[in-house]
Structure formats: structure tokens, C-alpha cells
């Protein structure tokens, strides 16, 4: 194993516990559940999910090294007739249940691609990821305070580096058939690869010290929104907003057709669905509510911080 793939397998392992932990600490009354799989033709994965709690309705917080043969598809993408991968990473959505916190999902991997079996020699490999909010009730002090930490963290490796991932996860996390934003945004970063900027390895650090930011991005806005007082008609909003957040992951999300196209793990890959969820026909706010505010940020994204 290469001292990368080594290196980030530990960090996912490790960041793993640590978001579990929090999380469970925050609830109260859930935890985790943890699923141990093996993939046909290589690797495996550690799944762990929460659900019912007192905060968290449903989340899942996974990790996974796989490799071997490139399946079909992905050949099909590369251009390739034939190559081999290792890929590694960890993945998290969090649905808390009052529709005054918001949810939250982040991803940082790691993949190598091999012209030989054996995968001892490195053809090409790069790092993603990148964390974004979606809020069913907008507090622009949250958006900023999401914002701020991940641009403090891409800050120490280039002030070039903040602008360029929003406008990326702005333009990603975008539900073209509704001309709306699925949420607040964050960051969306992919392909980092070794160039004459930057290393294979510092971008293994960005990805790391982005990663490791995410407790401080997320935790205290749920601490500060979960005693907030809401009716049946905030939670009825909030399911309905979920059902966009549906559509996104199962129309646009690359990372979900990825798995469904490469007969990956379905428990997995559909984790990130909430527990509750509507479509109504034709729904629109009232205009001048807050639900309307939060419509008006979808389809004009902000600029957060400075």
C-alpha cells in the first residue's frame, strides 16, 4: 500500500470516530449503528448510522477502501479498456429533527488508478470532496459561521483556493430542473491532482485539514438551534424541502449514480435519504415568510463571507 493510501485510510478511520462521537454526545439518546461489509472484488467498508434520536432523526457517517478492476462504466469514463483502482473515503448526511437545524453532508476521498493488477505502480490519483448546508430556515449568522471555518482551513493552503470551491459547490449542489440551489452551499472540490502549484501531497493535507474542520463547522449551530421552538406547519416545510434534497441525490448527485452504476452497497449509498419526505403538487410559499426567504437564497446564492 502506497504511504498515501495508508495515510488517508488512518485519517478516515480516525475522523470517523470522532464525528460518531460528537454526534452521539449532542443526541443524547441515539447511537450509532455499525455495519461491516465486504465488495465483491475487493475492499470493504465500516457504515454507521443514527436514527430516532432526540436531535438526529436519521444520519449515517460512513468510510470505505475498495480496489480492484475498473467496472464497465468507468472504464467507459477514463477512456481505458482496461485498469485497476483503489478508492478511499468517508461520507456523511445528517437529518436532524427539528426543521430548525439544518441538514448537513461532507465527503473527502482519495482514488488511484493503475494500468497493472498488481497496483504497484501509480498511474494517476487525486483528491475530493467538500461539505455544504441545507437549511429549511435561514439564520445568515449560521451560513457565515459554516462558511467562515472552511474558508479559514483552505485559507492556510492559498486565499485562492476559498473562492474558487464555493463557486464550484454553488454551481454543483444545483437542482437545474427546479432553478434552485439545493442549499446554502460550502465547498465542492475534485480531481486535485499533483501540479505545478501544489504536491500530491499538500493536497492530501488540504483534503485532511478541510475534513477535520467539519465538527467546528456544524456542531455549534446545532447546538444553538435545537432548543428552537416549531409548529406542524415548519415540519411539514421541512418535508417538503427534503423531497428537493431527494431529487438532487437521485438525479444530479455523481457519487449516488456512481454506486448505483457499479453494483455498489445500496444500504450505503441510499443513506443519505431522509426518514420523511413529501411532494406536493404545485407547493409554494407564502410570500414574505420565512420559507420564502429561504426560496429567494436557493435561486440567488450569497456570498458568505469575505
Known amino acids: 500500500m502506497s504511504s498515501i493510501r495508508k495515510e488517508f485510510t488512518g485519517y478516515i478511520e480516525n ?22 461489509w465486504e465488495r465483491d472484488g475487493g475492499g470493504g467498508g465500516r457504515t454507521r448510522v443514527i ?13 470505505s477502501t475498495v480496489y480492484g478492476e475498473l467496472p464497465g462504466p468507468i472504464k467507459k469514463h477514463f477512456d481505458v479498456e482496461h485498469g485497476w483502482f483503489w478508492a478511499g473515503g468517508i461520507s456523511l448526511v445528517i437529518h436532524p429533527k427539528n426543521p430548525m437545524v439544518p441538514t448537513v453532508h461532507a465527503n473527502f ?16 490519483g487525486w483528491f475530493g470532496g467538500g461539505a455544504d448546508l441545507t437549511p429549511y430556515y ?11 471555518v472552511f474558508k479559514e482551513a483552505c485559507d492556510r493552503h492559498g486565499e485562492d483556493l476559498y473562492p474558487k470551491f464555493k ?48 465538527i467546528e463547522s456544524y456542531l455549534p449551530i446545532v447546538k444553538d438551534r435545537i432548543q428552537e421552538p416549531y409548529n406542524r ?13 431527494v431529487e438532487f441525490n437521485l438525479i444530479h448527485d455523481r457519487g449516488t449514480l456512481f454506486g448505483l452504476k457499479t453494483n455498489g452497497r445500496i444500504e450505503s449509498i441510499l443513506m443519505s ?12 410559499p407564502r410570500d414574505g415568510s420565512r420559507e420564502a426567504e429561504l426560496i429567494d437564497v436557493l435561486k440567488n446564492p450569497r456570498d458568505w463571507v469575505k
Open 233 to 245: 406547519a415548519q415540519r411539514y416545510w421541512q418535508e417538503v424541502r427534503r423531497g428537493r434534497y
Open 109 to 124: 476521498r482519495y482514488f488511484e488508478l493503475y494500468d497493472d493488477p498488481e497496483m504497484k505502480t501509480r498511474k494517476d
Open 15 to 36: 475522523l470517523q470516530d470522532e464525528i460518531c462521537t460528537a454526534l452521539e454526545e449532542i443526541d443524547g439518546v441515539a447511537a450509532f449503528r455499525e455495519d461491516l
Open 138 to 148: 435561514l439564520w445568515p449568522e449560521d451560513a457565515a459561521h459554516f462558511h467562515k
Open 167 to 214: 463557486k464550484q459547490c454553488d454551481e454543483y449542489f444545483y437542482n437545474s430542473h427546479r432553478g434552485e440551489a439545493r442549499g446554502i452551499g460550502g465547498l465542492f472540490f475534485d480531481y486535485l491532482r499533483e501540479d505545478d502549484q501544489r504536491s500530491i501531497s499538500e493536497w492530501q493535507q488540504f483534503t485532511q485539514d478541510v475534513g477535520s474542520v467539519f
Open 51 to 63: 436514527e430516532k434520536g432526540d436531535v438526529f432523526e436519521k444520519g449515517g457517517v460512513n468510510i
Open 273 to 284: 435519504l431522509p426518514p420523511q419526505v413529501r411532494w406536493d403538487y404545485d407547493f409554494e
